[in-house]
């Protein structure tokens, strides 16, 4: 019996985006594109839940965006121009008419747009941000099509499709705040031609709908921006899933004096750090990015009432990953603190290495989340083959013939609990609710309610919406619901001085943060205002004092008993800290000098906050006036008296430090200073600098003292003793340290001993001299007559430092640099480079170079399952071209890693013993040698170590192998990701 084959499995065949063989029985297992009906199956759902598809293709087309406006209506945000810019975007409106959880009636707004990026529903219409720039669309004759457009903001960036301006989001303070993409731009408003140019590069934008005013805020976020119940807002980035703004721009601006580390946290795992499970064997830019976030975006925080679990939590697209990922979020201070969970937590228990949402089909791409009416959560898949923009890409996928794969289809999904009961959809439609109607839904629970009412509210502002929202923030037992009545009313002047003192004495600490907030724009300084800051500078929660010091730090009196408490408390938060230090500004001197004057220790004890008591006091010291300094250098006499009491400190320690090492940073003579005070204190220094010789002898002390002591002997000028530590068995982890520390010392004998030794020196240890020689003229000179003299290698010194070198302002340093540069390469390899240029053009074949790979340099590297990672890592090649490549094989000591360096150790037994030093302790180094074998020699077993100035890997691989054989190998090294046939190349691999 002959079958027939059904057109759409043979569509499907053709358009796989890489062939099935019997040969690879694993690929027929992955999932490319299943259909909308057969998508759900294929995912892994947290316990409890159920995923159902509510809109798929032809209905909606590559969707990136979803809001739902006050009719309950779905509004969607189709890029379907992405990567090209075609204009093909659009935005479409959605309904569900007869009521069967899905969206069947489908009308197109707006088109032909250009990379349209997000919307935010505003008076009957929508704002869109598209293609550098913000523009209102609304319909005028109930065709359910735009008909009036005004660009309401033009200057935002369009250098990249993926990194534009986006998230269009209403705020609690009446403004909407849009997302930078990262790209920046200098904004205009072109309704007003008199209106100022703003740069908004490194900042997110934000803008009032109904004055249009706007300016820069503090940021920026990539494609994401979200808030939480009370306006805390987040932004992500492709390597940061969740980023909290924590210091806005216009305190930035209100107290320009001091520099900002930083204006946002991260609040989930970044970079690195970051951990993801994905179904799918996910295809990463670099490789060694496999695992982590790599395209985070659409971060929201969980705000409904169907998912109460899930309240509170973070979640961040990784549509690479094919996934969704959660983290719980719990913050008691300025500070957050997180747990992370994957996966389930409906019973309470979370399950490792597993994602809240993750699919099996690698075309699920999630971009971006939104809370519907009826609490669920609804996910936008843009599914599409290819997420990654051709610029990020390497050469030979930039035309890969599936780029634009997956360009007609789309899906949206809604997780809600098994058999739950959601909200009457005739309960969604409230844009005709009265005020008072409105104003109740402030306390719904589910957060589109909230939001909703709260934005038709702020649009209609109408006069008897005022009481309303009084009796709500006077008696509402739900603390979001006076929050958002407090913004309003304080957003339409209809604030009374009564209601923030209710506000602020609120016994939950939300209300009262809100409370400081309004409260700055309504200062009149009277005696009752004064009274409340000073209650609020001093509430026992760390988020309320964090916030009061950023709204009064500039109303209330610095030398006032409430503003120097806080110095004991602010340092432990590195917000806190930052935020006292921009609130104080100049008189941050004064403050600590009344700290000083009381003679009292810090009472910090962890490293932790030791680094803010650096900060706090070390900013003051370079204030000080001469009498201040005195009382200064008094106080830190007094820290061998509290150590003779009690353990040491860390925070006295590093605050002592501080206040020299920024004496020192604006020329005070403090040295000088210390023999003006009476003898007992200048004996109190020597007491100092012999506690801390103890300190570094003691077994006991930890590691972060012992680090201290040395900066303070450093400080006390004890070039003797640190000289002692550096040729000290047991202190060799110290030596870059030490290296560092020793930049005051000018005797050239001490420097060419030092220098006579580089060749045994560990890599970190050399790069750190190098720096040290390269701060002083005569140092330099001494270290490049050991390069001249072949004590030293020119191949230990890297490019960065060469180029340090070259580029001397000393024309004699300069030139000698020049001419060690040019010993650097070797006539016989370039030689041997110069014919080995011919295979670039052979015909390579990448299979065969693997089995090259194997056989000649799988015992050092590693380039996906294959071989030993000893040497650098080869694996990510993607911005290596074939001719570089060619070089590093045929010349390999051109350029080496001096994490690399080829070292000999000989004992005293008379062994020899070769590899790469991977890690040095006191007692011991540990020496990495061909298949990753590992030998441990402990220091007092070694005669002498030397670096040969090679690398590990040797010359002359051409030897072994011919033209043919390194085409294939270079081609392997190039290409080895795409040998499982699940990317297709714009020109196909040789087999």
Known sequence: MIRRIHWKSLLLFILLPFPVTAQDEGLQKEIYSASPEESVKFFDVPTGMELELVASEPHVIDPIAIRFDAHGRMWVVEMNDYPSGNGASRIKLLEDLDSDGT??????????????????????????????????????????????????????AEDNQQLRANHPRFGIDQNIYVANGLRGGVVKNPRSPESEPLNISGMDFMFNPETGAYQTVSGNGQY?????????????????????????????????????????????????????????????????????????????????????????????????????????????????????????????TPTPEREFLASKDHWFRAVSMRTGPDGCLYIVDMHRAVIEHPQWVPDELKDRKDARSGDDKGRIYRLKPINARLEPKWNWSIENYSAEELVLLLEHPNSWQRDTAFRLLSEKREEEAVGFLGRLLNYSRDPIARILALRLLHGWDKLEAAQIMTAASHYDRRLRIHACMVLEDHWTNTPEQKTLARKLLTDRESAVRFQAILSFGDKVNHDSPTWKGLLKTVVKDEYMTQAFLMATADDIGNLITFALENGTPTGITTDEHAENVYRLYGLAARSLTPEQQTIALQWIAELPGWVNKEAVAIGDVRAARAILENFDAVQIDWRSQIELLPEEKKISFNVLWMLARQWINDAESTESLKREALQLLALGRDAEFLLALFNKTGFSHYHVDLLGLLHFEKDAAIWTSIISRFSSMAPAVKRALIDVVLRDVSRTKIFLSGLEKKAISVNEIDAIRMNRLIGSTNT???????????????????????????????????????????????????????????????????????????????????????????????????????????????????????????????????????????????????????HQQMADLISFIKNWRYLDGRTPLAKPLNE
């Open 103 to 156: 969206y069947e009636t489908v009308r197109v707004f707006a088109d032909d747009l250009v990379f349209a990026t997000g919307l935010q529903p505003w008076k009957d219409g929508v704002i869109v941000t598209l293609a550098g720039q913000v523009v209102y669309f609304k319909d005028t004759d109930g065709d359910h099509k735009a008909d009036q457009r005004e660009v309401w903001y033009s200057g935002f």
């Open 224 to 348: 994401g921006l979200t808030f939480d119940d009370i306006g805390n807002r987040y932004v992500c980035s492709n390597r940061n899933p969740a980023m909290q703004i924590m210091i806005e721009d216009r305190y930035i601006k209100r107290y320009p004096s001091v520099p900002v580390l930083s204006v946002k946290k991260d609040v989930v795992k970044a970079g690195q750090d970051s951990v993801i499970y994905p179904l799918t064997k996910f295809w990463t830019t670099s490789n060694l990015h496999e695992g982590q976030f790599t395209a985070a975006c659409g971060v929201m925080v969980y705000r409904g009432h169907q998912l109460p679990w899930l309240k509170g939590t973070i979640l961040t697209c990784d549509p690479t990953g094919n996934l969704i990922h959660a983290e719980k979020i719990q913050s008691s201070s300025a500070d957050n603190s997180r747990y992370n969970y994957y996966g389930p937590y409906y019973y309470g």
């Open 812 to 962: 004699e340093i300069a030139e000698r640099a020049k001419a060690l540069q040019a010993t650097t390469v070797n006539a016989d390899r370039v030689a041997v480079l110069d014919e080995y240029k011919a295979v670039l053009v052979l015909d390579a074949f990448p299979r065969e170079g693997e089995k090259v790979f194997r056989q000649n340099c799988a015992t050092c590297h590693r380039i996906g399952n294959i071989g030993k990672q000893v040497a650098p890592d080869i694996s990510d090649s993607r911005t290596r071209q074939p001719l570089q490549l060619l070089t590093d094989i045929l010349q390999p000591n051109k350029a080496i890693d001096n994490n690399y360096m080829h070292y000999s150790v000989l004992t005293k037994d008379g062994q020899v013993l070769d590899g790469i030093i991977t890690e040095e302790t006191s007692t011991q180094i540990t020496l990495m040698q061909p298949e990753r074998k590992i030998v441990p020699v402990l220091r007092k077993e070694i005669d002498e170590i030397q670096s040969r100035g090679v690398s590990l890997m040797p010359e002359g691989l051409e030897k072994k192998i011919d």
